[in-house]
């Protein structure tokens, strides 16, 4: 198993301390545990994290408890339903459904990383992860939410070939291509994972062992380490700069020339046309990032917990909640096919 070590006071010594006493507690050590002579501390390992709760008061539990419950019946209900339909209807077995039902299964995925274990944990009252089982959190949630990065970078590409080069579509966008990226892109989002992995497995001191959130948030985690090694700083700015910056970038670009040339159409019917085969996405597009930075940056800079409690159940719940209903609304051939599934069954 894997071992931490961090500097506790004496008031940290039993399991049910109250949150408050503990918050205080470890702010007032925080400042000596990264101290230069920390070997010479009197260090106690400790083989797991607490989260800060959503709230104090026992009689709002059973609320949070029914809607994080509901709102995550929806998500995996709604995302189920657009693979099913993708996967029954022949006419959506087309480069831009493959795609749809690929990113159904990642937010599907990404959501269970977090929202059981917090269900879980408002039921029994509990806050507490092991470090092993924080570790596998959060690998687990940059596969997939890396997965949601890639797969959305993927279906820009798409969408750019689909208008701005349509007579050579069914050669770029071939199924061989399409399972390819699919592949490419879970690759690229485990090497993502075990980039996260590789850098917290160097931290051997921890400033604290309290996560400000309801799972083991990456960019906290990160901030939880007292190592401020060459190499752990060389592997963030590669993460960041391969699964944040270029694929941000290769949207951008995307849309940048999809936008172009829907411009340069005459007929305002064509314009129509032509952006409502992207709208979706760029609908879902700017749900993911505008919710995804705002928690990065919510953790790094916020001094509310709460908010980046809220930021969090955003981008981690609501949005893959979301998903299905904007394309589901907002698109007839999902919406068709759905329709003659249910004709099907009744």
Known sequence: M???RTELVSSLGTKTLDLKTFVIAQKNSSRNQCSRNIEAENLTQVFEFHFLGFSENSDLHPIFFGLFLSMYLVT???NLLIILAVISDYQLHTPMYIFLSNLSLA???FTSTTIPKMIVDILSHSRVISYVGCLTQMSVYVLFGSMDDMLLTVMAYDRYVAICHPLQYPVLMNPRHCGFLVVLSFLFSLLDSQLHNLIVLQFTYFKGVLISNFFCNPAQI???GCSDNFSGNILKYIAGVLFGFFPISGIFLSYYKIISSILRISSPGGKFKAFSTCGSHLSVV???YGTSIGVYF????SQSPKNCLV?????TLVTPMLNPF?????????KSSLSRLHGRKL
């Open 286 to 288: 700017c749900l993911f």
């Open 2 to 4: 894997f071992t931490m």
């Open 326 to 334: 904007i394309y589901s609304l907002r698109n007839r051939d999902i």
């Open 107 to 109: 937010d599907i995925c």
């Open 298 to 301: 919510g953790s790094s800079v």
């Open 222 to 224: 990160l901030n939880l």
């Open 76 to 78: 995996i209900l709604g």
């Open 311 to 315: 930021a969090s159940v955003i981008y």
